[in-house]
């Protein structure tokens, strides 16, 4: 079976007669699983951050114990404990310091350095402390008590460490969406508001499944072929997105929520709807796949790319080919940019723009590419993108 259609049993806790609620505290467990060649652990008292984890995960990370770890990570909620590192903390030198990339800077955070390496730091965000080993191979995450944006810090230090360790091969870090059909995978490059959930909305809604609705990932197989994976994002999607998805509007009625497992957000919404206008939604990819009913792959062979634009004054859909020149140029423009952050390996230097030229040319002359524009009533037009899935009949 191809790695890409692999279906990855999800970790589940043990079964409850009743659903599983925020202040419920389990048994210290743990969860292992890879990414190509890099392996990881987490450690934890709540199977349902677990659950959450591997739900988010899965299946471009793979499932499974591991003899080693490049990444141990160890989650605990303990008021006391993180009230004297705070103070640690505040009462040192502090330095401000790099931990997440964010698409062109750097998420940083004020912390201390231990021997010229990163020791104590604070994440104001999600109210929790990041204490590193030296060699910043393990990493403790403590908060003074439970709360959901806890799960939001393991995702993060876990993406962040396999980005970094993957930067310097031969990989396109690429702000986009993807979606696979029959015939391969379809990549929906561009910026924020380019419309990017809602073409991949589009597309699963006509029988693709998804890959990633953010960050996508573009490397040449052993065998030669092109092939796009998906490096787990929240799915934001905004009202009107929402309004044209309208198998969305559950999420928007029930309080679905991102940092929430599946069973969670069913439990919730199975016993509190809400009326009104829909507002801006924040979904996990297992979410997002479970309202529209298609599957997550972990990755497909690439054959299309799309720059997406939205343009109030225009209708429906225009599509307007692209040569590999301008093709080269968008991809360009769409890399997803890494910063240097605490998970870079020592001795590395920044990436220039001239990282995967040579791929990147390679993308553009094997795969078709278009700009779409956007207009009023484009979800409705799809006589336009009807190649894309024509092509999956004759597959």
């Given at each position: 079976m191809d790695s890409a259609d692999r279906v990855i049993t999800m970790l589940r806790p043990t079964v409850y007669d009743r659903p599983p609620c925020r202040e419920d505290r389990y048994l210290l467990t743990a969860l292992q699983f890879s990414y190509e060649e890099l392996s990881y652990s987490v450690s934890t008292d709540r199977a349902?951050?677990?659950?959450?984890?591997?739900?988010?995960?899965?299946?471009?990370?793979?499932?499974?114990?591991?003899?080693?770890?490049?990444?141990?990570?160890?989650?605990?909620?303990?008021?006391?404990?993180?009230?004297?590192?705070?103070?640690?903390?505040?009462?040192?030198?502090?330095?401000?310091?790099?931990?997440?990339?964010?698409?062109?800077?750097?998420?940083?955070?004020?912390?201390?350095?231990?021997?010229?390496?990163?020791?104590?730091?604070?994440?104001?965000?999600?109210?929790?402390?990041?204490?590193?080993?030296?060699?910043?191979?393990?990493?403790?995450?403590?908060?003074?008590?439970?709360?959901?944006?806890?799960?939001?810090?393991?995702?993060?230090?876990?993406?962040?460490?396999?980005?970094?360790?993957?930067?310097?091969?031969?990989?396109?870090?690429?702000?986009?969406?993807?979606?696979?059909?029959?015939?391969?995978?379809?990549?929906?490059?561009?910026?924020?508001?380019?419309?990017?959930?809602?073409?991949?909305?589009?597309?699963?809604?006509?029988?693709?499944?998804?890959?990633?609705?953010?960050?996508?990932?573009?490397?040449?197989?052993?065998?030669?072929e092109l092939r796009v994976s998906g490096m787990p994002t929240v799915v934001s999607v905004r009202p009107r997105t929402t309004e044209l998805l309208p198998e969305l509007s559950l999420a928007a009625r029930g309080r679905w929520f991102a940092r929430d497992t599946l069973s969670e957000v069913q439990a919730i919404a199975s016993h509190k709807l809400e009326s009104g206008t829909p507002g801006r939604l924040s979904l996990s990819p297992a979410q997002f796949c479970e309202l529209l009913g298609r599957r997550q792959l972990a990755g497909s062979r690439l054959r299309y790319l799309l720059f997406p634009r939205v343009d109030v004054g225009a209708t429906g859909i225009a599509l307007k080919p692209l040569g590999t020149d301008t093709a080269r140029r968008r991809l360009l423009d769409n890399t997803f940019a890494l910063s240097r952050t605490i998970f870079t390996p020592q001795g590395q230097s920044p990436l220039s723009h001239q990282h995967g030229e040579g791929l990147r040319a390679e993308v553009v002359e094997r795969c078709e590419s278009f700009e779409v524009t956007l207009g009023t009533g484009a979800i409705n037009d799809t006589e336009k993108l009807r190649f894309l899935w024509q092509h999956d009949s004759a597959a």
């Open positions: 349902t951050d677990l659950e959450w984890l591997t739900e988010n995960l899965a299946p471009a990370f793979v499932m499974e114990a591991s003899s080693g770890h490049d990444l141990a990570i160890d989650c605990r909620f303990d008021a006391h404990c993180f009230e004297a590192l705070l103070a640690e903390v505040e009462a040192g030198s502090r330095a401000p310091l790099a931990v997440f990339s964010m698409d062109g800077r750097a998420a940083e955070y004020s912390g201390l350095l231990s021997g010229g390496a990163p020791g104590l730091v604070y994440d104001a965000e999600l109210e929790c402390i990041y204490r590193f080993n030296p060699d910043c191979n393990a990493v403790s995450v403590i908060a003074a008590t439970w709360r959901p944006s806890v799960r939001v810090g393991l995702l993060r230090i876990v993406r962040e460490h396999v980005s970094q360790r993957l930067r310097r091969g031969e990989v396109l870090h690429q702000h986009a969406a993807a979606a696979s059909g029959k015939a391969g995978a379809v990549l929906i490059c561009g910026s924020r508001r380019a419309g990017k959930t809602t073409l991949l909305g589009q597309l699963l809604r006509h029988g693709f499944d998804y890959i990633a609705n953010d960050r996508s990932l573009i490397a040449l197989s052993g065998d030669g």
